[in-house]
């Protein structure tokens, strides 16, 4: 039939360069000197690992120093009552917070490549490890039962000793979770990132910030709701406050909302009048300074029961190993929380770095962060990554490099070794901070989701066999008649 002929006569043919001996021979040794180490190459790698080495010896002071001396301020002031509170959050002592907020952000100072982020305590990756703790130190295993009464009751030795098992709990999945993203950064698994699209990025950090706002919500309406975590831990986090609701601390309420209108209000004349105004309003700091002290001279814990931070013990604490017999118990939740870290910093970093016109590595952010992670766990820390509103914070009060961020870990060594004692009386009434996976299954469980979907769109338009007529390139199928 015409049919059958026609499929007889069709032919294919390959069009591409003819390759020689001699031209592979070429190729190899070009290839084989690549590979040889020379002194141009060590100090690549050496400014691949310390970007610091790279950047500070061009720093230009007269265009950027005040801007990071403000910023690192601002951001400084925003890392005090967020580690206070995120360590709350974590189910950890409030010091730890303030540890946290020290050597993961002066680490990242010499190998983080993103000029605009602020590394410390986030709400998501706290509550991540604060949900493994309560699960390995539940309040009923230290509670000890009054005969008078049904509900147990705690003595100091109880609350102590559970802390303890706690921040133990943290530590071990902080290391854990460093030690995998370093291990990742150094296998080059960095390349990820480029399946982190602006949608995926845009969607991820707007459901983190959901999770941020539920987190947040019970400190500014002053009540004591269930914790979650897990899949539905927003819609049963705000089921369980607004079941509470009729318990609400007026008092916390008002402090918190005259902090959030103080704040936007700033924001909204530091946007409209940029230009004019030498440096941004520095609102952050005259918040907490002023909210502390109304809080110390009305006495507004014993007063009206607000909430407050609490003793803060000054000095650090001497390095001392993980226990390691928790890492079993808290491994899969280490890969979870190494994993949303990761993806915080790098889609901040991108947005950033968009912004700013200039890049990012995928692989040293992943170094960088294990690092942070490995090494402040010797020291108490729990995990941190990058936080949204303080990154935009560093960033609009005018941050060019990670000296602000130096400036900030400077400000909360200065609480910890002299200081930290006036910031007891600070509220825990903090600000609020500013989809569909994210927000309804958790944002361990939503990334996943989030980049399965883009790596299979993304593959299906770069990698998908295409059949087309009088093709030109490296090496082509063409339809022959």
């Excluded at 925003?78 to 509170?85: R, V």
């Excluded at 147990?152 to 530590?171: C, I, K, P, S």
């Excluded at 930290?420 to 944002?443: C, H, M, R, T």
Aim: proline letters at 4%.
């Amino acid at each position: 039939s015409l049919h059958a002929d026609s499929i007889q006569r069709q032919r294919y043919y390959v069009d591409r360069p003819i390759y020689t001996q001699e031209f592979l021979q070429e190729q190899l040794h070009l290839r084989k000197n690549e590979s040889q180490c020379t002194v141009k190459k060590a100090k690549s790698q050496l400014y691949s690992f310390l970007p610091i080495l790279k950047w500070l010896p061009r720093y230009p002071v007269k265009e950027y120093l005040l801007g990071d001396i403000i910023s690192g301020l601002s951001t400084g002031v925003m890392q005090l009552p967020q580690g206070l509170a995120y360590a709350l959050l974590a189910a950890v002592p409030p010091v730890f917070g303030l540890y946290s907020s020290f050597y993961p952000v002066f680490l990242y100072t010499f190998f983080g490549t993103s000029r605009h982020i602020s590394i410390g305590t986030f709400a998501v990756i706290s509550l991540m490890i604060g949900g493994v703790a309560i699960r390995i130190a539940p309040d009923e295993q230290f509670q000890i039962m009054n005969t008078n009464s049904t509900n147990g009751t705690f003595n100091q030795e109880n609350v102590d000793a559970r802390d303890a098992l706690r921040v133990q709990v943290a530590v071990a999945i902080t290391l854990i979770s460093g030690l995998i993203q370093l291990l990742l950064g150094i296998l080059r698994f960095g390349f990820v990132a480029i399946y982190l699209t602006e949608p995926l990025v845009r969607g991820f950090t707007t459901a983190a910030a959901v999770h941020v706002f539920t987190s947040q919500l019970k400190y500014l309406l002053g009540v004591n709701p269930t914790r979650y975590s897990g899949p539905l831990s927003v819609i049963y986090s705000f089921v369980s406050v607004f079941t509470n609701i009729k318990t609400t601390n007026v008092a916390a309420l008002i402090t918190g909302l005259i902090c959030v209108l103080l704040l936007l209000g700033t924001k909204e004349i530091n946007d409209r009048f940029k230009n004019k105004l030498p440096v941004p309003i520095p609102m952050e700091i005259i918040v907490v300074i002023i909210s502390t002290g109304i809080s110390a001279g009305m006495s507004l814990k014993d007063t009206y029961g607000v909430d407050v931070v609490g003793n803060i013990p000054t000095g650090f604490r001497p390095p001392a190993l993980p226990d390691y017999s928790l890492f079993s118990a808290v491994f899969v939740d280490a890969v979870a929380i190494a994993i949303v870290g990761f993806s915080m910093t790098i889609s901040m970093a991108k947005i950033f770095a968009l912004k700013h016109g200039y890049t990012v590595s995928g692989n040293q952010e992943l170094i960088a962060l294990g690092l942070c992670n490995s090494i402040g766990s010797f020291f108490q820390t729990f995990a941190v990554t990058c936080s949204m509103s303080r990154s935009l914070v560093q960033e609009s009060t005018g941050g060019n490099t990670q000296i602000a961020g130096l400036l900030s870990s400077f400000m909360v060594l200065l609480v910890i070794v002299v200081i930290g004692y006036l910031f007891e009386p600070l509220p825990q009434a903090i600000w609020v901070v500013s989809f569909l996976a994210s927000v309804s299954l958790g944002l361990d469980y939503g990334l996943l989701v989030a980049v399965a979907f883009a790596i299979i769109t993304v593959i299906y338009r770069t990698q998908r066999f295409v059949l087309r007529s009088n093709m030109h390139s490296f090496v082509s199928i063409a339809h022959v008649e």
